[in-house]
């Protein structure tokens, strides 16, 4: 069994990579493919149909709410997970606090 497939999508090269290679050490999981920006998200996830979509919430092209419902069509299959890490709370909670995924399927970590 080649295990859940994933997409991880994240501009920071580093996090990728050291993600990647916790995920690959674990029989479960299948990372499929790589983007560092929204557009290029959206064509893998098209191109690979992943299971599991790990996105980082804001990208240089876009952010991750916006890009749900493009990777939505393309794959009604595909879950999608946000990565944020919040430093200043006053600026950033409020765009995330409002967050919600109409299919209860999509998550802001």
């Known amino acids: 069994m080649a295990g859940m497939r994933i997409l991880l999508v994240d501009d920071h090269v580093l996090f990728r990579e050291g993600l990647k290679s916790l995920l ?5 999981f299948t990372v499929v ?8 998200a959206i064509e893998k996830s098209q191109m690979l149909k992943p299971d599991l979509v790990l996105m980082a919430a804001s990208l240089p ?12 069509m393309l794959s009604e299959e ?4 946000i990565l944020t890490y919040d430093r200043t709370a006053k600026t950033t909670r ?4 409002s967050f919600s995924s109409p299919q209860k399927r999509d ?3």
């Open 61 to 72: 092209d876009g952010d991750a709410v916006g890009a749900i419902p493009q990777i939505r």
């Open 107 to 109: 998550f802001l970590i």
């Open 78 to 81: 595909t879950k999608v997970v």
């Open 94 to 97: 409020p765009k995330w606090s």
């Open 24 to 28: 690959n050490h674990k029989s479960e």
């Open 33 to 40: 493919g790589e983007a560092g920006r929204v557009g290029e």
